[in-house]
């Protein structure tokens, strides 16, 4: 019956807000505090206990300690978060102990905000914040720009411009609501938090008129419509990483409680899977996705609308659909952020796809070592069938379904389908041919859907503000978001979410500040073990499926690697081997023994051993086993060197021919020596050498013993006087 | 099918008696429900976070209590890195060898962790405090380099941290030794 589940659904969702703005009422203050792997990693529970400590002896029972997951921004944690009333947040970065007794004293219980531990550009030094989305949906209503007008107008208002900050975002997701796109451009006044809509010059002047300078809302302009990422603002105040980004997938990751039903609730969770289950059409939800254009994110890119609606044609009702949270790529994290931060989000998806194709029951397959995404996905799936929301008749709708975890152990190959399954089924985790494929026949023969994490954390926003809206924030080819883990030599490691089709050097420069040390970027390592490394010379390409793999790389599941001027590409391209051959599951010849005279020759290319026709030969292993293996583990396991061959190959001709390595990496191919004119005898190295084979006394130069030494680089390390030379 | 055996009795009593009870239970519950055997690796996890390995004699007795043939049982435990056949150290330290921390450093960092240990992968101590294991992503990339004591994650090693870790759990075992005899 129409309207009967929604109704259900309004109920719970009205009991959800009710009990969430009671406790934040109550609360004048509010500090967040992360708690997710890294978080904790970086020291976040001890901060938590220690705030705890400080409102207790404080004796004030308004001010709320909030748990929120991870906002992904990994070199600045533990972050903490002050929000008070009617006052824009405040994030600090690196919080530990004596942080907290200065922000608790200062801040929180004085109103003055420790301006020099907060992270950087902050909405705060400004009376008022204008946001203007600069996004493909908006713009073009105002001659000569609407970013131009205002500055403009306010100027010629004879207002102080320094109370003003006028900002240019990305695409705030507002384009949800805009009708009339192109013609209009949607702007957010903050710390109001106001969103209007502005058609031409007039709207401009009125908002500057009457808001910016009269303090009163322009109502006839206010959209009414709240799009998803307004709210980041009432909890957010962090601009810097954000406005670059656009977030769907992390909707909520770092913003609301990850063990809150009801604040996932409070900010319309479920509302998706009411809405489905309410019109009774799996094949409307098939269609919207498929509309949106939304790619899988694991890896493969295969079309999800496409997948369930193959998984819905079978004749076979007994049908299974799975979530792949095994996430083996060595250096991606995104996956396990979605689940530590925003559970209730990965379970809606994957209970929408439940319903859309038919299923009756959900597996989540996670990896072992992600113990708190466990517990955490296991605490919602209990959290929802306490509360209807799984089980029989969810919502009154009639639809059954439930969710179990299945854990993995450890092995790289179960993340691809068919090795999932037998891993699922109690085997060992050794994939089989396809076709057919998991849809026509998976888990015990029946049809079964598999997508990854992010892939079920992107459907509810697509069934909530439309496919449209959805694949015009992607390409033509691919619509919507990509989240990327960024690493290694990057000034800022951590998640960002940005739209299909983003430049690689917007993410790794833009967002990720560049490389840490100054160093330019030597290349980007993309899709992991599968993948390959895109020279920075490529940087402008524009990330998508079809671009990564025109260059050698594949888009993979996320994970986004800088290497800078240090790091040798042989010696990249080993370590992706030694994985690899590590993983093989040993089923089919050409992997498992391919794989290990790849290995060889690069170990032989490395330590300074290479025949002189050893790049040939590994050229034509790779070849070989890309186009015999069995599976998608041995079919991928070349590119990381065939890609590497493809730009450096000087560089392996360096090691091969020369017996040099040109970034001064492959250990067998380096030399340390010191140099007398600059050695002041301070004896630094020769007490750090693990051999003791450096010698001289006191005030005079020292030596190194080559034949004794291990070029373990400690030397090189701890001389200060720039005297250990490395070549 | 159960197979029946003259001895049938005393191995399953014996084979109880090899698992902590909440194991047992969980297999008879599996069991009674849809596909028993696809539980083996779930029980496999339950087994090593009790014991923290996995023994021959528990492998046996999870292979009769599954009715599952003790080949397979081992050629399961075998197959997935994360179970182990070895007893463990009182804390087990896995290196991060992913990638994010391969291009941090990690390398130096196990080189000193041996040569303060004085073991390699997959060894323990001689005093039984310490187990050293390869880890593949701890999913912290960006504290790279990454180490996880027992369930703790430290990002951002060096070789220099090493030995402050190192002492800090060689504490913590003496005091627990001290907590006990008191
Ligand atoms: C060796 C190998 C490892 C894989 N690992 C993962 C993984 O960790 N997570 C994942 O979602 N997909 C992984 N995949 C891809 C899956 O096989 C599958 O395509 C994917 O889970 C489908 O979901 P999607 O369409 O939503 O991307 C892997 C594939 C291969 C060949
Ligand atoms: S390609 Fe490698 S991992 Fe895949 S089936 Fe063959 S041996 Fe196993
Ligand atoms: S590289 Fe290491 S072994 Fe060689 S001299 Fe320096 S400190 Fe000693
Ligand atoms: S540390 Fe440097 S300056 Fe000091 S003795 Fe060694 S090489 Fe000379
Ligand atoms: S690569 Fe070490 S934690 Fe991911």
Redesign the interface.
Known sequence: MAGQVLKRYEKLRGEATAAVDALWRKASVRIQVGSA??E???GSEAVWEEFRRHIESSGRGDILLHRTGCTGR??R?PIVGVIETGRLPVKYHEVDRDAVHEIFHSHVLGGKPVSERMLADQLTEHANHLMLCDGSGCGGAVQGGVREAFLRVIAESGMNPEKIRVISSRCLGFCATNQAAGEITQALVLPENVLYTIRDENDVRAVVQEHLMGGRIVDRLVNREQPMSQRFFDLYGDLAFFNQQHRIALRNAGVIDPESLHEYVRYRGFEALATALDRNDPEWVVKMVSEARLRGRGGGGYPTGLKWAQARKNNEKTRYIICNAD???????MD??MLESDPFSVVEGLMIGGFATGAQRGFFYIR????L?IRRIEHAIETCRANGLLGRNILGSGFSFDIEI???????VCGEETALIH???????QPRIRPPFPTESGL?GKPTVINNVETFASIAPILKYGSDWFSRVGTPQSGGTKVF?????IRR???VEVPMGTTLRHVVEEIGGGTANGKAIKAV?TG?PAGGCIPAGFLDTPVDYDTLAKLGSIMGSG?M?V?DED?CMVDVAK??ME?IQDES?GKCTPCREGTKRMLEILERITSGKALPDDIERLERLGRLVKRTSLCGLGRAAPNPILSTLQYYREEYAAHVHEKRCPARKCRALVHYEISTERCVGCTMCAKNC?VQCITGARKEAHVIDQSLCIK??RCFEVCRFNAVLKG | MMIQTDNRKEVMEKSRAALPDHVVAFIEACNSGPYPHSQLISVLHKVQAHFGYLGKEQLDAVAQLMQIPAAKVTGVATFYHYFRLEPQGKFTIRVCLGTACYVKGADRVVERLRDELGIGFGETTSDGLFSLEASRCLGACGLAPVVMVGERIYGEMTPDKVPALLERFVKEAEKQAAQKQS
């Open positions: 792997t890294c904790h990693a970086a990994c070199s944690e996430e083996g790529d060595p250096g991606a994290f396990r952020s072992a070592e992600y113990p995404a299945r854990l993995g152990a450890g092995a790289f891993s699922i089924e109690g085997e060992r985790g015990w883990a960024l690493a290694g030599k490691t951590g998640l390592q992991g994970g690697i290497l790091d370590f992706f994985f599951c693990p373990c680089g």
